[in-house]
């Protein structure tokens, strides 16, 4: 069975500069824009903002 494109694999990306993602999945036809979520890195040690990539 395929997977449907309607919610792709992402990657978010730290802003902290550690260099850590996590990779999860989104609905695009409800977050149609890049996904910004607070969650924690385990490499800084604490809660960052992690923004979408591409």
Known sequence: MAR???RPVIKLRSTAGTGFT???RKNRRNDP???E???CDPVAGRHVTFREER
């Open 33 to 35: 824009d890049r996904l």
């Open 4 to 6: 449907n494109e309607l």
């Open 22 to 24: 996590y990779v999860t």
């Open 37 to 39: 979520l607070r969650k």
